[in-house]
């Protein structure tokens, strides 16, 4: 009996375990989802300090699921920072099947890891970490990327053999890559779009497209060459008529070509051949009336035939090259080389090789070589806030020593003549030198949280677009966590803002100095990330930061991008009748008064000063106004000397340098500041002013977007500045001008 009861105790105990064991056998076999490719940038070229297309492929497991994914990449001072859409609908990954998901991301250093995480409601997943030795290594900040999208293999030796080995270039033979979203498009300093292959561009879809042209609008430059196959890609219905300078009239075959190779000032003549109808083999996409700027023409007959036009396209710029590049007969040209090296400079400057390999590596005492750097100095000086200088910490060390050491023994020695004090004297002297520096900097640092902000509002009146540029400099007086969100408003009761959206990030460093994104540093911070999130096409929240850290005493620099429409058409009345002066009148739309006023328009700055709320003033022969180049440079002129004032590496004169970072390259550039502009060159707007457009600046004192912290703040500072991109209107002079009055410092001057 008791043997049988042993036996069914066994049985017992089998059959409870038996199902655990079939329910850890299934669980055991069960095929989760994975990552199984990864691509970052543009075929793994991309820049640290902007965002990046990150794209990966998912391989589905047994069961069906929902979830959203997030990306976490260093951020410019090594701290995680996790990516993620704002209100993205869950991404599908059915069962067995691969499905590739692209988001953005904003790294912060060269070499960095990268973890993807993807959850359901319940739980985790995929989570996926790749090392920065398994990732690409990101290009530094500063240097140049071209994107090259079409039929041209060989586009990377090209660019090189003109001398510019320097640049990166991403040759894409698919439109497959391209983001869906402008700030995809960001760290690309110029793209290419060649069209001998007609159906590698009209395989584009329109949120690409939508994207393309709203990147450009953002102040990006684009090289756009058609010729052959313009019918299909600029005609009705084409995919790519937006972006053509004018009417598309025909595609024409163009046997003169005389001005190519005075353009390209080559020795090799081209040689256009003639096919079976006797046709010359160049084929041109013939515009009609194209706005912007003719660079080159050719003849053929009595008619004039634009080949290069220069148009600016919102705040950017479109290179429009009226032939194929990659085709037959300039495919073969020995010129064509020369030819890309011009178009690159328009869209690149013309720095060289030489010039930018020595720059590489220089840091210099401030601890920045480019202007973004310097504003991020300038921007890191708040009010009540003290920075204890290096000399008084020299000090304080000092005298701690003497007093531990002879002065203690001194003293002992001459007046209390018992040496065993100093068990007591120097416990009281290290405590007294622990209490005086926290005290000292508890005083000096401040009790509140701070913010520093700088806008640039940028409001293009032909397209009714308008752009905002923020940054931020937050200050934390205790370790903690922080959200951080923005929030845009022109006061313009007239024409409000309209269809606004807002991208918000951290700020970097540029160059290889001590904390910046180049440097190669180690990750630090705590390992948990904080959350950004970035605009969905079906977003309806406001982008922000959540819990992003800061240490006590200590400051983060942020940056917000935000953009939408205006209609401000009758801002402006503006002509120029042939002798480069203005005429006409300017209203200031905005519910604030516009001060420190100037209209710029090549080669002169016109002296506004203020305009009040919504007045109108005149511009006349007779306003005041100087050699652009030597209000921006401050030179002085007299009898005896001409002086340009230097710019001084070292200012923290917040309006000064925002005015260089505006028209850096009016300014003279680099050869003028000894600084670079590479960081955030769309802010530079010289191009326009040198384009037949006018540009007026003047400053607000409200601002025209907030950023808005979970905390409450102390004492706030803001700058703002408004510029509007103006059009003006070119006719003949009629009878004499008027008499112009210059300010003494140009008056008698020889003015190129």
């Known amino acids: 009996m008791q043997h049988f009861s042993g036996k069914l105790c066994w049985w017992v105990l089998l059959l409870t375990l038996c199902p655990s064991l079939v329910h850890h056998q299934a669980v055991a076999v069960e095929r989760p989802a994975q990552i199984t490719d990864l691509q970052i940038g543009f075929n793994g070229h991309y820049k640290v300090g902007y965002w990046t297309p990150v794209e990966f492929t998912i391989q589905g497991g047994d069961r069906h699921h929902q979830c959203r994914c997030s990306v976490t990449v260093p951020d410019g001072d090594g701290l995680p920072a996790s990516f993620e859409p704002v209100d993205r609908n869950k991404l599908q990954i059915p069962a067995d099947q691969n499905v590739t998901y692209r988001t953005y991301a904003k790294f912060g250093r060269i070499q960095g890891n990268l973890v993807i995480v993807c959850s359901d409601d319940q739980q985790e997943l995929i989570h996926k970490e790749f090392t920065g030795a398994q990732l690409p290594a990101g290009l530094p900040t500063t240097s140049p990327l ?110 003169q070509t005389i001005g190519l190779e005075n353009f390209t000032d080559v020795s090799h003549q081209l040689n256009v051949g003639r096919d079976e109808l006797g046709r010359c083999e160049l084929d041109l996409a013939l515009i009609q009336q194209p706005a912007g700027t003719i660079e080159l023409a050719e003849r053929e007959g009595f008619e004039s035939r634009p080949v290069l036009i220069r148009q600016n396209y919102g705040l950017g710029e479109v290179v429009f090259v009226a032939i194929d590049l990659n085709q037959s007969p300039i495919k073969h040209w020995k010129g064509r080389e020369r030819l890309l090296a011009r178009l690159l400079e328009w869209t690149l400057g013309s720095e060289t090789e030489q010039a930018f390999s020595a720059s590489i590596g220089a840091v210099k005492h401030t601890g920045y070589d480019d202007l973004s750097g310097q504003l991020r100095s300038a921007l890191d000086q708040f009010q009540n806030i003290v920075f204890v200088p290096y000399w008084v910490v020299v000090v304080l060390v000092l005298l701690y020593l003497s007093l531990i050491g002879p002065v203690d023994y001194f003293l002992l020695r001459r007046f209390a003549k018992r040496m065993e004090w100093t068990w007591l004297t120097l416990p009281l002297i290290v405590t007294a030198f622990c209490v005086i520096p926290y005290v000292l900097a508890k005083h000096l640092k401040g009790k509140h949280f701070q913010m520093n902000q700088v806008e640039i509002v940028d409001i293009d009146i032909d397209s009714r677009f308008v752009r905002g540029t923020t940054w931020v400099h937050a200050y934390s007086p205790a370790t903690s966590n922080y959200d951080f969100s923005t929030q845009t408003q022109i006061h313009c009761q007239s024409n409000p803002l309209d269809q606004h959206t807002a991208l918000i990030s951290w700020q970097g460093l540029p160059g290889t100095a001590l904390g910046s994104m180049n440097a190669a540093s180690p990750p630090a911070g705590p390992s948990h990330p904080y959350s950004i999130c970035f605009p969905d096409n079906h977003s309806s929240s406001s982008p922000q930061i959540t819990e992003m850290p800061l240490q006590v005493w200590s400051t983060k620099s942020l940056t917000a991008r935000w953009w939408g429409e205006i209609d401000l058409h009758f801002m402006a009345d503006l002509r120029s009748q042939g002798d480069k002066q203005l005429r006409g009148s300017i209203l200031n739309p905005l519910d604030d008064d516009l001060t420190e006023c100037y209209l710029y328009y090549a080669p002169w700055a016109y002296q506004i000063g203020r305009i009040a709320a919504n007045r109108t003033i005149p511009i006349t022969s007779s306003s005041v106004r100087r050699n652009l180049r030597y209000k921006l440079t401050r030179r002085t002129l007299s009898e005896e000397n001409n002086v340009m004032a230097p710019w001084d590496e070292y200012g923290q004169n917040i309006p000064r340098i925002v005015e260089m970072m505006m028209f850096h390259e009016a300014a003279g550039g680099e050869s003028y500041t000894g600084m670079f502009n590479r960081f955030q060159t769309f802010i530079d707007l010289s191009r326009h002013i040198t384009s037949g457009r006018a540009v007026l600046v003047g400053r607000t004192s409200q601002p025209a977007s907030s950023f808005q912290c979970d905390r409450e703040s102390g004492s706030n500072q803001h700058w703002t500045f408004f510029r509007f991109v103006l059009p003006v209107s070119h006719t003949k002079p009629v009878g004499q001008a008027g008499h112009l009055q210059i300010d003494t410092e140009v008056a008698g001057s020889n003015i190129p």
């Open 146 to 255: 071209v994107v090259h999208v079409g039929d041209w293999p060989e586009i990377e030796q090209s660019i090189h053999a003109t001398q510019r080995r320097h640049i990166n270039v991403a040759n894409l033979e698919s439109v497959d890559s391209l983001p869906d979203h402008w700030w995809g498009y960001e760290g690309v300093d110029s793209l290419i779009i060649t069209c001998g292959d007609p159906g590698i561009i009209a395989a584009l879809n329109p949120v690409q497209v939508d994207a393309l042209q709203k990147w450009i609008q953002m102040g990006g430059k684009l090289i756009f060459s058609v010729g052959r196959h313009a019918e299909q890609l600029l005609g009705p219905g084409g995919i790519l008529r937006e972006l053509s300078p004018g009417k598309f009239l025909r595609t024409v075959d163009q046997c």
